[in-house]
């Protein structure tokens, strides 16, 4: 019985963001083709600033003055937060331009609807998600390295985009479900799930916490799903979070990990994961508090030259969504905070 809980945590969530696959297959409004306008602008404002000297991490909003650019920036933003919380732009003509050119696009498309941050200690802020030949099953090691297949998960700041530059030859799907759809489920089939969620758990941080890991996991519980003002916000890393608590000595519950092996469940049937497959020029954009993302084990070309290899930019909104203090800070970093960055030093 869950009597100690409160009504709002008892509230379904009816907002365009719980959505079941069939909801988002049969919905044109989050995905669109990049028209005539909206390419002859990325050409035009990324030759300007190129003639200037910047490129990509070298320029900011200010600097591009393009009507249509901003309008695409204000329609995505519009379906990330308040629409279905994913969004598919399709047709960057990657053929057409060298590597620096196409990640100065992209650049310019993203510091319009966010500010962009590193994605590892590394200090990448562009990074690269293509097999490196490593293994996923190394707790220190990030899936995006390796070419096998992911669990469900978000990522660490408000949104993420992927540009896909190479696709593999076949596999790496990406597959997507609303965290929403999965929490109203959840709340309707198995309630005795929630206290544990909403408790959270210690993150494993893959050594990507204090400098020197002092920290190697949370100091404090972050919260599996989180109410802040009157929206519901996910964090779900289900391998981060069994290997979290087992690394202070505290494994997770027999039933924390039903739980957790349920919302996977959830994930992967056929109800509520929604696939695609990337062709080159697509990107994709997700609001890692509403949308879970995975990704289909692939195989690349045997020649070596055409590797799966999508451009990424971790980043968080202009304006983003209020959330609850403990749940925004999942690095030790403070609220919407990424990771330390290699060598620096602890506050």
């Not at 990640?103 to 200090?123: D, I």
Request: proline content about 5%; hydrophobic content about 40%.
């Amino acid at each position: 019985m869950l009597t100690a809980m409160t009504d709002t945590i008892l509230t379904p969530v009816t907002e365009k963001s719980a959505w079941t696959a069939a909801e988002l297959a049969g919905d044109p409004n989050w995905t669109r083709r990049l028209n005539a306008e909206e390419l002859s602008a990325l050409e035009t404002v990324t030759a300007d600033l190129a003639a200037r000297g910047l490129g990509a991490q070298q320029f900011g909003p200010e600097d591009i003055d393009a009507p249509e650019l901003a309008a695409l920036a204000g329609w995505a933003v519009g379906e990330l937060e308040n629409g279905r919380g994913c969004v598919l732009i399709k047709g960057l003509e990657i053929a057409r331009y060298d590597r620096p050119r196409i990640e100065a696009m992209y650049w310019a498309l993203t510091v319009l609807m966010g500010q962009p941050m590193h994605h590892n200690p590394g200090g990448d802020v562009i990074g690269e998600v293509t097999d490196k030949g490593l293994d996923y099953n190394d707790p220190l090691i990030r899936g995006y390295k390796t070419r096998q297949k992911l669990y469900f998960h978000c990522d660490g700041l408000d949104l993420v985009s992927l540009l896909c530059l190479q696709p593999s030859m076949s596999g790496g799907e990406s597959q997507i479900a609303s965290s929403m759809a999965v929490y109203n489920e959840i709340l309707m089939s198995r309630p005795e799930y929630l206290p544990v969620l909403y408790e959270g758990f210690h993150f494993n941080l893959r050594g990507e916490g204090e400098a020197g890991e002092t920290h190697p996991v949370t100091r404090h519980k972050v919260p599996v799903y989180s109410w802040c003002d009157g929206r519901l916000s996910c964090r779900y890393l289900r391998k981060a979070i069994i290997e979290g608590q087992e690394f202070i000595g505290e494994p997770i519950s027999d039933l924390a990990r039903e739980a957790l092996d349920y919302m996977q469940e959830l994930c992967v049937s056929d109800r509520f994961r929604y696939d695609m497959t990337f062709e080159t020029g697509d990107i994709q954009i997700l609001n890692n508090y509403v949308t879970l993302h995975s990704r289909a084990a692939f195989e690349d070309w045997p020649d070596g030259t055409r590797k799966r290899n999508l451009l990424r930019i971790w980043f968080n909104a202009h304006d983003g969504r209020k959330l609850d203090p403990k749940f925004a800070d999942h690095y030790n970093m403070g609220p919407r905070m990424p990771m330390r960055l290699k060598g620096a030093r602890a506050a």
